[in-house]
């Protein structure tokens, strides 16, 4: 792996954040919107290896929240977790990003960043 893919929708203010950082230090990223080409299926299993199933599926959020409770109940396992990421994108926690080391983190913050993007 050899350019940052950073996963997300571009309207979220986390993905604005993490965008913005990554530009201010021009840094070369890849941005996948989730909304124009949708979740990249075969990724999730890597993910969830990564980070947990349980750290993808963001139950704080909107859309979460607007599931009903059988859809929410539903939701036990990587397998039932990885079926509603695909069905409901905004579900995910954002951004997702593969770095050029290989590894995958979730969400932003400075220091995650910094850890990982490399030096320019």
């Not at 299926?41 to 859309?63: C, H, I, S």
Request: net charge positive.
């Amino acid at each position: 792996m050899n350019e940052i893919t950073l996963y997300g929708i571009p309207n979220c203010d986390t993905v604005k954040k993490a965008r913005a950082w990554l530009a201010a230090r021009a840094v070369p990223v890849t941005f996948h919107d989730f909304k124009k080409a949708g979740v990249p299926e075969a990724a999730l299993p890597a993910w969830m290896k990564a980070v947990g199933w349980e750290k993808l599926v963001n139950r704080q959020g909107t859309t979460w929240r607007k599931l009903d409770e059988a859809t929410q109940a539903a939701v036990v396992d990587a397998a039932s977790a990885a079926r509603l990421m695909c069905a409901q994108p905004s579900v995910i926690r954002r951004p997702v990003v593969a770095w050029t080391d290989g590894r995958i983190t979730v969400g932003f913050s400075d220091d995650t960043f910094a850890a990982h993007a490399p030096r320019t």
